[in-house]
């Protein structure tokens, strides 16, 4: 796994200071949806061999949510935005 | 009855008994600094910080976007508490932690040494400079660490875990001959 992480408020930090908090490309349905729906995100989760979005929470640090991009074959960490500004681009 | 942990040091039963001489690393514990947390309200960090960072009569510690530590030698907690107030004037949200605050001081030339077999962070010079701070981990124990000189480091932990990291320090430290006693 990858082990250092760059924070965008901390700089580089151990990943023994983060709590990893699950994929972050799921998008929350709308309540009115279906079963299927509401089941598929809440429960269901991919396994993925190479790039992955997923919540990292700098528990240690700043506590803020971060969104990193690593992957899961390589160990690379691609980027890593604040769940904030993550939030913001992506008009969640 | 009123408990008064400002008066009570979480560390007075560590050490209890005469202080021994500061040896080259030294480990002073700090008494009686006042320090608050302010946080800002949306939309308000960046005025918040450079008003923080215009008063020189405290020291200023980064610990999250919008969040820092304040620390003071020489304001009592509630005077402490009033200026910030006024400085701030509704801008940000003021939190005594002048008890739930130890302030732990390390000072020598080992310090660097000492630090690396507990935090994973650069603490080079040029990674870490003088009057920079962040919030780190400290073996298992969250701490707020400031660079105050080349060789002196300033550790905040809350109250509840300072025994503990007292006792990692030490241990930390124990190669180089790191002695402990509480700030003059």
């Keep these: 796994m990858a082990s250092l992480i760059t924070c965008p408020h901390c700089g580089v930090r151990p990943k023994e200071e983060f709590a990893i908090r699950g994929d972050a490309s799921l998008v929350r349905p709308a309540p009115t949806a279906s079963d299927e729906a509401w089941h598929d995100y809440v429960y269901v989760r ?15 640090g700043c506590r803020r949510f971060l969104v990193v991009e690593r992957d899961t074959f390589t160990h690379d960490v691609h980027s890593v935005t604040d769940g904030a500004a993550f939030a913001r681009e992506n008009g969640r | 009855m009123i408990r008064d942990y400002y008066n009570r040091n979480a560390l007075d039963e560590k050490l209890r008994g005469a202080p021994r001489p500061p040896g080259v690393n ?3 514990i700090g008494h009686r600094q006042a320090v608050a947390m302010v946080l800002a309200v949306a939309g308000e960090e960046d005025s918040v910080e450079s008003l923080l960072s215009s008063a020189t009569d405290f020291a200023v510690r980064f610990s999250a ?80 660490l400031a660079r105050t000189g ?18 990692d ?16």
């Excluded at chain 2, 969040?67 to 801008?91: F, H, I, K, M, Y």
């Excluded at chain 2, 509840?160 to 007292?166: D, E, I, K, V």
């Excluded at chain 2, 241990?171 to 006693?181: F, I, N, Q, V």
């Design chain 1, 46 to 60: 991919t396994n993925p061999r190479g790039r992955t979005l997923e919540h990292w929470q700098h528990v240690a």
């Design chain 2, 65 to 144: 976007p919008g969040e820092w530590l304040v620390v003071s030698e020489n304001d009592t907690p509630e005077g402490l508490q009033r200026r910030l107030n006024a400085l701030c004037s509704g801008r940000a949200h003021i939190v005594d932690q002048s008890e739930a605050r130890v302030l732990f001081r390390l000072s020598g030339p080992a310090t660097r040494r000492i630090l690396a077999k507990g935090i994973g962070l650069d603490l080079h010079p040029t990674a870490l400079a003088t009057g920079a701070s962040a919030n780190a981990l400290c073996g298992h124990i969250s701490v707020n």
């Design chain 2, 169 to 184: 320090l030490m241990t930390m430290g124990r190669e180089y001959d790191l002695t402990a006693a509480f700030a003059a």
């Design chain 2, 26 to 28: 030294h480990l002073a």
């Design chain 2, 150 to 167: 080349e060789d002196t480091f300033e550790l905040i932990a809350p109250r509840s875990l300072a025994q503990s990291l007292f006792d």
